[in-house]
């Protein structure tokens, strides 16, 4: 098998990104692999302790982990992925099984952070929204499906993730092939995407 195109989405929380890679991985079609899942274990916390850590800085995944197995994937060699909670903040002990593609979707807000990822990546595309969008679609979603507080979402919005991406994700806006608009039809992302694979790949 040749070497798998491997397609970076990444952009500040709430952006879009999970839907973009959603939408290429059933058009491809290609496995996702979610940077997300690799947040380190923080079992040995307490719940209280485990709620205040700064969840947007680089130090708290396991980039050691992530590169190894997206190593593994651009190799053409399939990987098991942790399953994390996002609610009680753990690893589930579960695993994912990702096995080896023509194409793979590679997500997540600091994943043009680290240049040896970067250099693993055939396309990176950047998916920018608005703060305004972005703490509202983020309240939506934590709210509804990590079990939070209202208040508590806009604290921690205003504390960390958003002087978090102003330090860590804005700029890696620089390092991407193709921008999008996370508020633009979905669609049009897509096409857009798309056709930056076909000329990569030259078979879709």
């Known amino acids: 098998m040749s070497r798998p195109c491997l397609i970076g989405i990444a952009g500040p929380s709430c952006a879009g990104k999970t839907e973009l890679s959603r939408r290429l991985a059933t058009l491809l079609p290609a496995p996702i692999l979610p940077l997300d899942g690799y947040y380190f274990d923080l079992a040995h916390l307490s719940p209280a302790e485990r709620a205040q850590r700064n969840f947007d800085t680089p130090e708290v995944f396991d ?27 753990v690893r589930t002990g579960r695993v994912e099984i990702v096995t080896p593609a023509p194409f793979l ?7 043009f952070h680290w ?16 703060e305004p969008s972005c703490l509202e679609r983020r309240l939506l979603r934590d709210v509804k499906e990590r079990g939070r507080a209202p208040e508590s979402v806009r604290r921690q919005f205003a ?11 804005y700029p890696t806006r620089s390092f991407a092939d193709l921008l999008v608009r996370g508020d ?11 056709e930056r694979v076909r000329s990569l790949s030259g078979s879709i």
């Open 159 to 169: 504390e960390t993730v958003r002087p978090m991406a102003e330090k860590y994700i």
């Open 105 to 111: 979707v590679v997500e997540g807000l600091l994943l």
């Open 63 to 89: 980039q050691s982990l992530f590169l190894q197995h997206l190593k593994a994937l651009a190799q053409g060699r399939g990987i098991s992925r942790p399953v994390y909670d996002f609610a009680a903040h």
């Open 115 to 130: 240049e040896e990822v970067r250099k693993l990546l055939s396309l990176r595309v950047y998916v920018d929204l608005d």
């Open 184 to 194: 633009a039809p979905v669609e049009d992302s897509v096409a857009a995407v798309m």
